[in-house]
């Protein structure tokens, strides 16, 4: 069966710091991954997208980037944070078939604060 | 804005009643998704209505779409304590080819026992 990791569960980092978050897929290949925030009480916000190994789109200009080195890891990272970059941040996966991409399927979420 | 726009913004009922919530969206979709948060946790995909497809049901969901109105419903029947989440709509929009789907805002959910 598929399973997808998000690390750290939880961090605070002060502003100006570098951030990097990871997320892992297993049982699954050529997944299509995406990195969500979700600021408190809202809805997601769709940060990236990736179809495939160095793809990646991007939904939103910000101080945020994303990397997929690998086919099933998925990384978001900053240079410099904001304290705005405050928030719950979700990876997902879904099929790369056109009968499988709508359904996500996501991580546990890491909460990061910027203080 | 949001594609996907969820009403009401919170919803209070007692164990046993049915529970409703809508989404409203503005542009043309391939389908419409129903997704459930707890609280501090990942979403758990609900159900999927396709945009040819009027209603749907799973368990004691039932799920509605009204593409004339660009509105879809989410009804929970019989409710019980274990259903307090967040509820999300999400639509995947048909110029993106589907690979860009956009969550409203959500409602959210309490149970009373």
């Known amino acids: 069966s598929q399973t997808i990791h998000q690390w750290p569960a939880t961090l605070v980092q002060p502003v100006g710091s570098p951030l990097s978050l990871e997320c892992t897929v297993e049982?699954?290949?050529?997944?299509?991954l995406y990195w969500y925030r979700q600021a408190a009480g809202r809805g997601l916000q769709l940060l990236f997208y990736?179809?495939?190994?160095?793809?990646i789109s991007s939904e939103v200009p910000q101080n945020l980037s994303a990397s997929r080195p690998q086919d099933r890891q998925f990384i978001l990272s900053s240079k410099k944070l904001l304290l705005s970059d405050s928030g719950f941040y979700l990876c997902a996966w879904s099929g790369s078939q056109r009968t499988t991409y709508n359904e996500q399927f996501f991580g546990p979420g890491t909460r990061l604060t910027v203080l | 804005s949001q594609q996907g726009e969820e009403d009401p913004q919170a919803l209070s009922i007692q164990e046993g009643e049915n529970a409703t919530m809508n989404c409203s969206y503005k542009t043309s979709i391939n389908n419409l998704q129903w997704y459930r948060q707890n609280s501090g946790r990942g979403l758990v995909h609900l159900i999927l209505i396709r945009s040819n497809e009027r209603e749907k049901h799973s368990g004691r969901l039932r799920v509605t779409l009204d593409t004339s109105k660009k509105s879809s419903s989410l009804l929970i029947t019989a409710s019980r304590a274990a259903d307090t989440a967040s509820y999300f709509c999400?639509?995947?929009?048909?110029?993106?080819?589907?690979?860009?789907?956009?969550f409203g805002a959500g409602t959210r959910l309490f149970v009373k026992a």
């Open positions: 990736s179809v495939g190994i160095g793809q």
């Open positions: 049982g699954t290949s050529n997944p299509n």
């Open positions: 999400a639509t995947a929009l048909i110029n993106t080819g589907g690979f860009k789907t956009i």
